[in-house]
């Protein structure tokens, strides 16, 4: 399995501000995914994150309030910007590789909390 | 659409009962995977199993067990003899072909009570 390493691990944020989280693979990866689980609910997608493209966006969220980064297939960024309580939620890393086969698997999430 | 259900919300066991966690899905895909996570009071997502849609052959892990039967579209998850470290949020999800992602149930809660 791929080791998935996420940064912050958690956040007190302030109201109007925005944060960075990162996602570093020990391994090359082709699929990293974006997921946003708010306090008590599922997992819910943000974006699918390819390397060398512009990310793919669900229905929901948008690129200015969610920019995401993908350099290379062993690193992604996630901002999240212009932050309000209604951000407040676990981030979660996910990646898919050839090695992996069709497991995704998950980061330890990045706890944000927006005062 | 693809769609993952898990109805039970939460359940709550003693320890060393038995308990058994629905997961009912629809897909039109073919060829499609399902999965069962783990999420710790820490917030990490563990992966626990991954069964593919060609395969209908139950599985074993220690005190875990999993029930795929493609004819009731259900992939059900048994904990027994439950121990109090077993006691989390465990979540369903379906992946279809390609590079897809998971998609989720809304997650079973677990207490397991000593």
């Known amino acids: 399995s791929a080791v998935i390493s996420q940064k912050p691990s958690r956040d007190i944020c302030q109201r109007g501000t925005s944060l960075t989280i990162q996602c570093q693979v020990d391994s090359q990866v082709t699929m990293m995914f974006w997921y946003r689980q708010q306090p008590g609910q599922s997992l819910t997608l943000i974006a699918t994150a390819n390397q060398g493209s512009e990310a793919t966006y669900e229905s929901g969220f948008v690129i200015d309030k969610f920019p995401i980064s993908r350099p290379n297939l062993t690193f992604s960024t996630l901002t999240v910007s212009n932050m309000s309580p209604e951000d407040s939620s676990i981030y979660l890393c996910?990646?898919?590789?050839?090695?992996?086969?069709?497991?995704?698997?998950f980061g330890e999430g990045s706890w944000l909390t927006v005062v | 659409a693809q769609k993952v259900t898990q109805a039970q919300t939460e359940i709550s066991v003693v320890e060393k009962e038995d308990v058994t966690l629905d997961c009912v899905y629809e897909?039109?895909?073919?060829?499609?995977?399902l999965f069962w996570y783990k999420q710790p009071p820490s917030g990490e997502l563990v992966f626990l199993i991954r069964?593919?849609?060609?395969?209908?052959q139950n599985e074993i892990s220690g005190r875990y067990s999993w029930n795929f039967q493609k004819s009731t579209s259900s992939f059900n998850f048994t904990i027994t003899a439950s121990q109090v470290v077993d006691s989390a949020v465990y979540f369903c999800?379906?992946?279809?072909?390609?590079?897809?992602?998971?998609?989720f149930g809304k997650g079973t809660r677990l207490s397991v009570i000593a």
């Open positions: 999800a379906l992946r279809g072909a390609g590079n897809t992602p998971l998609v």
């Open positions: 996910s990646v898919s590789s050839r090695v992996s086969g069709n497991t995704i698997y």
């Open positions: 897909t039109r895909d073919t060829t499609y995977y």
């Open positions: 069964r593919n849609s060609f395969d209908e």
